[in-house]
């Protein structure tokens, strides 16, 4: 049933794709007027999340459940990185074990059973880093930190974040509006683990080889478009306080590409998505079939053939995803996933508190 599901979504994304040409689609286009909100996610998903947040803080001595509360307009909240550094909020190594099973818990409320693999392997990467480096103790896989902004528990906005080196995952829920998302990051190093009990794991390899199928797949002439740079751009343009550094599309469109190979752009479009729980993926991919999908611009730098740095980004109205695979001779990931209108829910809050509301 989900198979069948899954298929009809891309099978309208892109025949919205496909549609991109009439006139009266216009008005998705980049500058122009915002693109409607879709109906919310429903109250039991909001209920469920809230649950798992309050779970999460009812397992903490109270000592440490105030280092992981900050009001939602506390300026932590935007302070997100992916860089091994100290972080606020409180890490697993401070947890006791009914609070790390509900962070998890937590983390399971938020995140498809895929994305939360995912999140797990990229904390548990530390490990290897830790077997494989001169200095690999300076890796902790313990030193991943949970914040919860607002009172989940309330009527009012709110929102949770887990974050550590190669992971910030970001949640904002706002009464009446979409739950915001990203920024989303998730990185691997190494990207092919090469050696020890998880040799061969590739814990970003979808987002790497749709990619790579598709450059290939593309004429001549669309790949003189695709490619911005010969080699890759180093790392993610769109870092932490950088968020507004590509503001214009680069690339090819979707609405100049085949109808096979749009449907493989939409498809590395949803690897990303559906990183979150399901009504939320769906949320969103319905906000991207509604903003016109065939405006999202694929964009690629660097050789083409496996085993060499490259970089590549899709921009489109509602979403940036950048991918990077560049240092450690070209086996070391950064992926991140904005909302160029809606990271953190800045729109939504602005919204929310200029109807009367005060923040928490």
Known sequence: MARLSRRRLLHGLAASAAASVLPHQAHGQQGSSPVPALSDVSEPTRAAMAAAALQFLDALPPDTRRRA??????????????????????????????ARTAAHELMKSSLSGVGYGKAVNVIRLEEVLRRLETLGLMRDPENYAFSVFGNPGSAAAWGWRVEGH???????????????????????????????????????????????????????????????????????????????????PAGLPLADMTADQRTHALR????????????????????????????????????????????????????????????????????VWHDPVRDFALDALKAHYDHGHRHA
């Open 69 to 98: 509360v900050f009001v939602v307009s506390d300026k932590e909240r935007l302070n997100w990185h992916y860089v091994p550094r100290s972080r606020a909020g409180v890490a697993f190594k401070d947890m006791p074990a009914a």
């Open 166 to 248: 190669h992971l910030s995952l970001n949640f904002t829920l706002v009464p009446g509006r979409p739950v915001a998302m990203t920024p989303a990051f998730l990185g691997a190093n190494p990207a092919q683990v090469p050696s020890g009990p998880q040799r061969g794991q590739r814990t970003l390899a979808a987002e790497q080889d749709l990619a790579r199928a598709l450059i290939q797949s593309l004429t001549g002439a669309q790949r003189g478009r695709t490619v911005i740079a010969a080699q890759s751009l180093g790392d993610i343009v769109s870092g932490p306080g950088r968020a507004e550094s590509l503001a214009t």
């Open 268 to 335: 590395l479009v949803e690897e990303y998505v559906r990183n979150m729980q399901a009504e939320l993926a769906e949320q969103e991919l319905g906000r991207v079939r509604q903003a016109n999908p065939s405006l999202i611009h694929f964009a690629w730098a660097g050789p083409i053939e496996p085993g060499k740095a490259h970089y590549y980004r899709l921009h489109g109205p509602t979403l940036l995803i950048e991918y990077d695979n560049s240092q450690n001779d070209a086996n070391h990931v950064h992926s």
